[in-house]
C-alpha cells in the first residue's frame, strides 16, 4: 500500500505541474487575469485533500487523498516560478525564487513534529506489551488505533491550507 500511495503521489505531482503550466497561461492569456488567481484553485486543492484524507477508513481509498496531494503540491511548484517572475521581474528571479523554495522548510518541519507527536500520544504505553511483539513488528512506538493515529493532525494541516488559501484570495 505505501508504495502504491508514492506512486499516485509521483504521477499527480506530475499531472499538476503540467496542468497548472498550462491552466495559468490560460488564466493569464484567454481570461485576461494574473497567474496569482491559481493559487486559490490550488489552496483549494490542498484543502479537499486533507478533507478527504480525514474520511479515509480503509487503506484502500487512500489513493484518492494522496492523488489530490499529490495534485496540489505538482500545482503549486508548478506555478510558483512564474508567479515570483510576475511579481518580482526576472532580473533577481533566482534569488527571489531561492527564498520562496526555501519556505518549506519551517513549515515541513512543524508539521512533521505535530504529525509525530500526535503518533506517539496513541502509541501503547509499553510496546513490547503489546501486539508488536505478538505480530513480531519491529521494537518502537507504533500506533494501532487507526485513523485516530493521524485524523488531529489532519484538522491542523486542513486549518494551515484553509489560512494559506485565504491569504492567497487577499
Given at each position: 500500500?505505501?508504495?502504491m500511495q508514492v506512486s499516485v503521489l509521483s504521477i499527480a505531482n506530475c499531472l499538476g505541474r503540467l496542468l497548472s503550466g498550462v491552466g495559468a497561461d490560460l488564466v493569464k492569456?484567454?481570461?485576461a487575469?494574473?497567474?496569482t488567481y491559481c493559487i486559490i484553485a490550488v489552496g483549494t486543492i490542498f484543502v479537499l485533500s486533507q478533507l478527504m484524507a480525514t474520511h479515509v477508513e480503509d487503506v484502500q481509498h487512500l489513493?484518492?487523498?494522496s492523488g489530490l496531494l499529490g495534485l496540489a503540491y505538482g500545482g503549486i511548484f508548478g506555478l510558483y516560478p512564474t508567479v515570483v517572475i510576475e511579481w518580482f521581474g526576472l532580473a533577481h528571479f533566482r534569488e527571489n525564487w531561492g527564498f520562496v523554495s526555501l519556505s518549506p522548510?519551517?513549515?515541513?518541519n512543524l508539521f512533521s513534529l505535530a504529525f509525530g507527536h500526535n503518533l506517539?500520544?496513541?502509541a501503547p504505553p509499553n510496546p513490547s506489551d503489546s501486539l508488536v511483539r505478538r505480530?513480531?513488528?519491529p521494537a518502537g512506538d507504533q500506533c494501532f488505533?487507526?485513523?485516530?493515529?493521524?485524523?488531529?493532525?489532519?484538522?491542523?494541516?486542513?486549518s494551515a491550507c484553509t489560512v494559506a488559501t485565504a491569504l492567497g484570495l487577499y
Open positions: 500500500w505505501q508504495s492569456n484567454r481570461l487575469l494574473p497567474r489513493w484518492m487523498a522548510l519551517v513549515g515541513g506517539d500520544a496513541h505480530a513480531e513488528l488505533a487507526g485513523r485516530d493515529c493521524y485524523v488531529s493532525s489532519l484538522y491542523l494541516t486542513i
